[in-house]
C-alpha cells in the first residue's frame, strides 16, 4: 500500500516536528533520512524530491509535495486535536508558530549550529555569539512568562504550537550554550510534551 | 458601535499588511498608528495595549488581543476569499507564509532597516551589507521562479500569501538596495495585487 513519504534530517529540529507530530497522531509513513552533507540528501536533491532543495519535504500520496515544517505540520494536523478549528484559537496557534519561526529559530538553533559544526567557526564571532545569547533568552523570557501562567501555549491543550516551540527549545537551547535552570516553566512544559502518549525523541528515527 | 481596533507602525511591512487585508475586504477598525520613536507608542506599551510590546496588535470587541501580523492575517481572512478553507491549500497559503517571516522579512526588511536609519549605521558593515544582499536575492530568485509559473502564490486567486509576501517585497525591496530589475515576475505580481478592488498603498492610513 502506498503511504505518504517524509523526507527529513534526522538531526534538525524542524525536520524532528514533523516526525513527532506523526507519531503523537499515530500516523503511518515511510521515513527518508537525509542527514546533512550526506549521500542520501544529495540523492534526493539531484533526483528533484526536496522542492528548492529544502527539508523536511512530504511526499503525499497524490503526489503533492509540501515544504516548511509549519505549512507540514498544519496539513497533517487537520481533523486531529493538535488543531482547533475555530479561528480565534488558530490565531493563537499561529501566533507562537510565526514567532518561533522568525525570533527563536533564526537565533537558537543558528547558535547551536555555530557552537557545533566547525566549518561555521568563522562566523562565530564573539560579538555574534553575544547577540546571539542576548536575543535568544529575550525570547526565552517571553515564553516562560506565558508558561508561567499556562499549561499550554494556545488552548487547554496541546496543539502543534507546542510541538513547533519544543523543536528547538528542548534540542537546541543547551547546545547552543543557554541556560535553561533559569526558565522553570518551560522546563515543566518540556516535561509535559515528553509524556504525552505516542512521544517519540529527536533521537528516535522511524 | 463598538469595532476593532488596530495599533500599527505606519511605516512597517508587517502592520501594511494587516491594514492591506482590512481594505481588500471591506472591514472597518479604528486605527491607532504608533510610529517608532513615538509617543503614541511610548503612550501604547505603558497603558499595556501592545502585548509583549508588539506591534502589530488587533484588538477585538470582545477583549481578545491578537499580535503577530501572520496570526492576525489568518484571523481576519477567515470566511473571506483570502483564505481558502482546504487543509492542502491552507498548507500552501502557510509554505509562503513562513518562508517568508523566516527566510525573507529578517533579510530584506533589516537591510533595508540598516540603509535607513542612521543610528543602526554601526551594524551595517560591508560584510554584513553583503551577506544581506546575497541572501535577499537568493529568496528572490526562488520567488520570481515560483511567479513566472503562477499568477498568485498559493492558489488561483489572491489569499493572505500574497498579502503577506507582498508587505516587504514592494516596500523594503529598493530600499534595501535590491535591483528589483532582475525579477520582471515579481514586479507583474505586485502589478496585479495593486489593481485588486480596495488596495491602499503603504502610505494609506486610515
Known amino acids: 500500500m502506498s503511504e505518504m513519504k517524509l523526507y527529513s534530517m534526522p538531526s534538525s529540529g524542524n525536520s524532528y516536528k514533523v516526525r513527532l507530530l506523526l507519531a503523537l497522531t499515530g500516523q503511518t509513513y515511510t521515513h527518508i533520512a537525509c542527514e546533512a552533507v550526506s549521500d542520501a540528501l544529495k540523492q534526493a536533491k539531484d533526483a528533484g524530491h526536496l522542492p528548492l532543495g529544502k527539508l523536511p519535504a512530504l ?33 493563537r496557534v499561529l501566533e507562537w508558530m510565526f514567532f518561533e519561526q522568525n525570533r527563536m529559530e533564526p537565533v537558537i538553533a543558528v547558535r547551536a549550529s555555530l557552537k557545533s559544526y566547525p566549518h561555521l567557526a568563522d562566523q562565530a564571532t564573539p560579538d555574534r555569539m553575544e547577540s546571539l545569547l ?69 533521537e528516535h528515527q522511524e
Do not use: K
Not at 487537520?78 to 475555530?86: A, E, K, R
Not at 516551540?165 to 522553570?184: E, I, K, N
Open 59 to 91: 511526499h503525499l500520496t497524490d503526489g503533492n509535495v509540501l515544504t516548511e515544517s509549519g505549512a507540514i505540520l498544519w496539513y497533517l494536523a487537520s481533523d486531529t486535536g493538535f488543531l482547533p478549528s475555530d479561528p480565534l484559537t488558530q490565531a
Open 134 to 202: 542576548n536575543d535568544g533568552n529575550a525570547q526565552f523570557v517571553l515564553l516562560e512568562a506565558h508558561l508561567a501562567q499556562n499549561d499550554w501555549l494556545s488552548a487547554d491543550a496541546p496543539t502543534i504550537a507546542d510541538i513547533a516551540v519544543f523543536g528547538y527549545t528542548h534540542s537546541s537551547a543547551s547546545r547552543g550554550g543557554y541556560d535553561m535552570a533559569r526558565f522553570p516553566a518551560i522546563g515543566q512544559w518540556c516535561d509535559r510534551i515528553q509524556a504525552l502518549p505516542g512521544f517519540v525523541p529527536l
